[in-house]
């Protein structure tokens, strides 16, 4: 059976919408789907290495965010660094970062993102992996 | 579909104890559990998550293996299904 493919834009530096987008890959892992990642603008800040981890901004709701926050935590929900990573171990997601919004986070090269990252491309890639993908969502 | 009193005494190959994670935790740890078993085995995943009742049932039929029933317990429930 051909898998269908998943292309997510993830333009969102937020916590709050990282962790949907790690539900969401979630899913498509255990459809078998094949995921091509592409961190577009605010989404390069939260996978640059030194914020991944301790970047806690939310989006929406923004007054509740202790709240929401101690509700992750007491759901036991993974880190969306560790949702993507689980995500990655039972699919094949690719997760490429934007060239240009690398740099407009100061992140020239590969290494300056977290391992996640496997390359970093440009626009065009983005636009034909979306033409031939099954679903495509912009998070 | 088997019977409750079926489902409590079937053998049981792999059980995945998916019980203190949330959607899609259960999902992912039955899809990388039911790698390690073998065609016609028996698989049985806890999970306490509401959503992962009906996920895991339709996750189950829509990847071809046969879905055997559930069975709730204090807490968390019991969701059994064989390898195709």
């Known amino acids: 059976m051909e898998k269908k493919k998943l292309c997510l834009a993830l333009y969102t530096g937020s916590v709050d919408k990282l962790t949907a987008a790690g539900v969401i890959l979630g899913g498509a892992a255990a459809e078998d789907m094949d995921v091509e990642i592409f961190v577009l603008l605010q989404a390069a800040f939260a996978f640059k290495k030194e914020n991944a981890m301790v970047n806690d901004r939310v989006a929406e709701i923004t007054d509740k965010k202790d709240d929401f926050l101690a509700s992750l935590k007491r759901l036991g929900t993974p880190h969306w660094t560790a949702a993507f990573r689980k995500a990655k171990e039972v699919t094949s997601i690719k997760i490429h970062i934007c060239g240009f919004a690398g740099k407009v986070w100061h992140g020239e090269k590969l290494d300056d993102f977290i391992d996640l990252a496997d390359d970093i491309c440009g626009i065009a890639q983005y636009i034909q992996t979306a033409q031939e993908a099954d679903l495509n969502l912009f998070i | ?84």
């Open chain 2, 1 to 84: 579909m088997m019977t409750t009193e079926e489902l409590k005494i079937v053998q049981v190959t792999k059980i995945v104890d998916a019980r203190g994670t949330a959607c899609p935790g259960p999902l992912l740890e039955a899809k990388k559990a039911v790698g390690t078993i073998k065609s016609g085995d028996i698989m049985e995943i806890l999970s306490a998550d509401e959503g992962t009742k009906s996920d895991l049932p339709k996750w189950c039929t829509k990847q071809g293996h046969e879905y055997l029933g559930t069975i709730e317990v204090s807490g968390y429930f019991r969701v059994f299904m064989k390898k195709k």
